[in-house]
């Protein structure tokens, strides 16, 4: 292992990318805790010391934000818009038969798919900004009951400025995108996972930490403990498929004979990745998000929905919420997987080429066989993210970690399958300038 990791840094080729990737990678995080303009950054800080934030409403995007959307900093809102933009085009792929099309015109029409993603995540940007300085001015963004310090976020509140903030974290989350690009062009590739790999990576230390402070060394050796199983369990799983065999029969075109080999369709255990995490964390937030925004004024109760909402779906220790969280995430997944692997589509191309699954009829009869596999493939796949993503809550009733807890939800499953997928690039960099990877 040793001599795998001397060999990339004496391959010119490849010491280069990495380093140029690390480089990137620091100023993505320089950037976190550079504050946008006319934000009180003394006063921030201290909201922060005194652990009122990280709300359920605001939990995703700042894990994905590396901390920077409560430090109202110029990368504030992180990789979150760019990651809802692509969902928002791969979906829309169902409603929209131009966006089909361009999907199957290979690179041209996925030139354009990425360029109406760009456009996507400046509009998405200027929303989420609006959005969180709107909160941040009403002293919201700290929880409704926190005052003094937490109230008084910004300098300035004027017109003028708030567009200026507006504008400052839109270009941020612009320049985050052409440093997601600029890695997967001239870095190791995989840019954007990357970035977010980054982010989720520099809130385990304060989150360990924090257990260390709050339970002492035995919880949090256990904690370490069950963490190294947790992610030893997500590696097997994701590296879990179904691999469905498939032959091609020889055909002759002109003097040569093509075809004739064996190959499978591996079909993964977990193909929605944290695609459904993602959803069901959204659409929970919802009701929350609507309810901050219709708090009564002083003096006054509020409304009997809005008391329901606070109580059951705002905090995630309560089982209700682990309860709607599991089923949406076990939904979402099914329907993720409909949307991105078609079994006619597959069966089509299959007989198309002349390939056939042994004992199966090709056309009709292969994509009713790909989909009674692909249904019972995706029910422990669905399962298992639902268990996964349901730790976090669980250490938050049991351990009083925050929503952050590092081994578990989504930060686990990004991070496993990134950390997978970038050292599978480096191995396959590494072989092609030497016999033996970084793998064996």
Known sequence: MFSAVARIFRTPDLRRKIGFTLGIIALYRLGSFIPAPFVDFGNVQACLAQNQGTSGLYELVNLFSGGALLQLSIFALGIMPYITASIIVQLLRVVIPHFETLHKEGQAGQGKLTQYTRYLTIFLGVLQSTTLITVARSGALFGTN???????????????AILLMVITMTAGTGLIMWMGELITERGVGNGMSLLIFTSISATFPASLWAIWQSRGVETFLLVLAVGLLIVGLVVFVEQSQRRIPVQYAKRMVGRR?????????PIKVNMAGVVPVIFASSLLYLPALIAQFNQPAAGQEPAAWVTWVTNYLTKGDHPLYMLLYFLLIVGFTYFYVAITFNPEEVADNMKKYGGFIPGIRAGRPTAEYLDYVLTRVTLPGSIYLGLIALIPLIALALVGANQNFPFGGASILIIVGVGLETVKQIDSQLQQRHYEGLLR
């Open 146 to 160: 926190s005052g003094g310090e937490c109230s008084q976020l910004l300098t300035n509140d004027a017109w003028y």
């Open 257 to 265: 004979t093509y075809g004739g080999n064996n190959t499978y369709i």
